[in-house]
């Protein structure tokens, strides 16, 4: 599978607990992209990363979320103590680059459920 | 205010008809711009994209773009019931730390066969 692969596909977490979300981008593509949908609204930026670096975190809620993606293995979302208003679709996509004529590719998300 | 602004819809248009969707953004700045096509339950499917003014075809798909008006279009000629799904346009501004895509709401489209 060349695609962006996610996992877990689908993840029920209690309020309080821990989310952690992986992402492994397209083979050869070396930035990824965090999306949230929330149910009924458009899918909105998180963060981006290169390996070791977070380059644009300012759609990231300055609490309780992190993103990593270490040089060896897939990006990581982490979210603590999940709440309720966690739950939503979360999408991690790839590019080679950035900007110029490079499309980002999505994974088939995670969706995280909060009971 | 909306950075990116679609009709919800629903748009429904008969089989073998054209489907005409559209897209406003309000960053004059925005350099790129992407229409991708969701399936409900599903992520997002890359369908076109278009960085210069004009047009551009792909089979049954045209992009449009008019960058002095902040207008982006699709056209699906022929339309399928297969087409019926929810179609997001997207736009980034490119350069420095900017690689993020801004999506609006999306159009609901179907297709009655």
Redesign the interface.
């Known amino acids: 599978n060349a695609g962006v692969m996610q996992n877990p596909r689908h993840l029920v977490r209690r309020r309080g607990q821990e989310a952690r979300l992986r992402c492994s981008p397209m083979k050869g593509h070396s930035?990824v992209?965090w999306?949230r949908q929330l149910p009924e609204?458009?899918?909105?930026?998180m963060v981006?990363l290169q390996k070791e670096n977070i380059?644009?975190e300012s759609?990231m809620p300055k609490e309780r979320f992190s993103a990593e993606f270490p040089k060896e293995g897939p990006s990581i979302l982490r979210i603590q103590q999940v709440v309720r208003g966690d739950s939503a679709a979360y999408?991690c996509?790839s590019?080679p680059r950035?900007?110029?004529?490079y499309?980002?590719?999505?994974?088939?998300?995670t969706r995280l459920t909060v009971t | 205010q909306k950075e990116v602004e679609q009709n919800s819809g629903p748009l429904s248009v008969p089989e073998g008809a054209i489907a005409s969707l559209n897209c406003t953004y309000s960053d004059r700045g925005s350099q790129s711009f992407f229409w991708y096509r969701q399936y409900s339950g599903k992520s997002p499917e890359l369908i076109m994209s278009i960085y210069s003014n004009g047009d551009k075809e792909d089979g049954r798909f045209t992009a449009q773009l008019n960058k002095a008006s902040q207008y982006v279009s699709l056209l699906i000629r022929d339309s399928q019931p297969s087409d019926s799904a929810t179609y997001l346009c997207a736009v980034r501004r490119d350069g420095g730390s900017q690689g993020n895509l801004i999506f609006g709401k999306g159009t609901k489209l179907s297709v009655k066969p």
Do not use: R
């Open positions: 930035h992209y999306y609204e458009g899918l909105k930026f981006y380059i644009d759609g999408f996509a590019s950035t900007g110029g004529a499309e980002q590719y999505f994974g088939p998300g």
